[in-house]
């Protein structure tokens, strides 16, 4: 037997998508319309169609960007190609292809369900093939969705593993964790997708802070709900850093500077590092509110993002590795601007992909832009945050590889700092 | 999973709401789910020789119907709720194994498996 035949007979492949009963009806009409689009994708008359084409042509719409950005790395570095982006990238979607390729815009679309939907395959099927139709169900069961039904979902699960609430399984899912403390493995509750999450952090936005508070204390409480409480958590600070700081019993946090380590740094700090660092021209904290700002990093322009201090940048591209929100600042005496970027983390050591090294050099370039437009020769620098709850000593952040590539130009390479928002009161 | 096992020649029960299948000999034989897994084929001169079940049935806080003489070995998926399982797992001494999310190579390919990898399949149970 030769080798060939033998691992043929020794690796099935079962396929899952394309078991699906609709699977050839809709693969057909798919390819059609793809066949006939050209350039430009059809519109249709059918709303489930329609909807596909849609997230087809947004998603060749971020391609298109993305291979901008990536082409004016280029050009602006001459032979050093921006690999950063694509180092350690295991995207599907980068890796699809061609869209006019139905196989290429099939999982596109899986990967379009994925962050929709989240993972399980009744509901990522459906949003392949009835993508309309599975959104409204979805949004139905937001629509009435509080923090307190989170709260009684969590409550229940973690006493009897059982999920109560009609709607609960289009909001959250549940999975196995490795233990951490304890001998045996536990399980966990989670937003069930990006998507999902992203619109209960925007509700839990608009909450008042004590029953946030409340809220994350109980998550940190039940150990099925850890996860939650990273989510409530950057909801807090998010809170915090666009409002200003507010509390009367606490003195404000103050950023103090991470050690580094190694070529691509792990930036550090440990009880020792309680001296609050002087370095920096502006509170990344301060008692003044910033206007919490949403901003497309995956847009054309980043239309929204000004050279004026007072504007929290919450990004809308869901699924950011490297950081969660930015603010900008101005120095005229230094003439230095300085994009802030933060990463909210309950966790004790933070990682990242390189994937998040590109939208921090297309701010700069849009700030670079900026600048060129008031003919100013300020240079522009970014500078790391990494915000943490005060209950641990010890923090540790890992930045991902692709630190020293695509720095010529836009050098988004900087110092790292951490502030420690207190939680000990709960 | 019924892939799987049939792939490596064993005898299979697959469990649903109206209907249980046993997959025997390259035949599947039908009857309706509310007559119940008993009274099965025995492996003659073997007291003891259950059949895969496969259950993928929603029976809410009861349980599947598996009595002391069901003479199955079940693999039932639920939810992590223990009233759905706790009838038999703990008499059977069963484990218990939480399957993580799908990722979107799977949900895409389905599950890749090697056939090299059943050698902990009871060769005792193969038919063929």
Redesign the interface.
Known sequence: MSPDRGSS?????????Y?QPEYNDFRSILETLLLLGGSTLPTTDKEAIDAVLEVLRMEREKVKVMEAEENEDRDEMGDDISASATDQDED?VDEAGPMDNVDNA??IL??NA?EEF????RD?YNGVFRLSQTREDHATALENFDCAELREITKTFNV????VSGHSHRVV????YPPEHLDF?G?GIDFKSIQIREKMMESMRLQEDEPLWELYGYFRRVSDGSTLAGWVFEAIVHRMFSGGWRSDSEPMPQPIRMFSVGSVPLFSIDSSSSTPDTMLFFEPLRTGARAATRVDLSARQLSGVTLADDKFYIPTATNNPLFDSFTIDSDPSSRTVVISIFQITISTAHGGSAKGYLPIRRIMRHVRGLLEEKKSKAKVEVVYFLVCPDDKSEHEWQMPVGWEKSTTVDDHRGKAFCIRVPVSGL | ML?RLI?AGQVVLLCGTNYIRLFYQDRVYVRLAQFGIEDLPERKGIPYCPIWALIDVDYHDRGPPLSHTSNVWPIQVS?????RWKSWVKQRRGAEL???????????????????SLSAVDPGHVTR
């Open positions: 007979l020794t690796v099935l492949r079962f396929c899952s998508l078991l599907m099939l999982k899986v990967h994925t989240g993972f399980a395959p990522v009897q593993l059982g999920l899912v549940v999975f196995p493995d399980w | 892939t792939s939810s992590p709720n223990p009233v939480g399957m993580p999310l799908w990722n979107t190579g799977e949900l895409m390919a389905g599950y890749v498996f090697s056939l090299l």
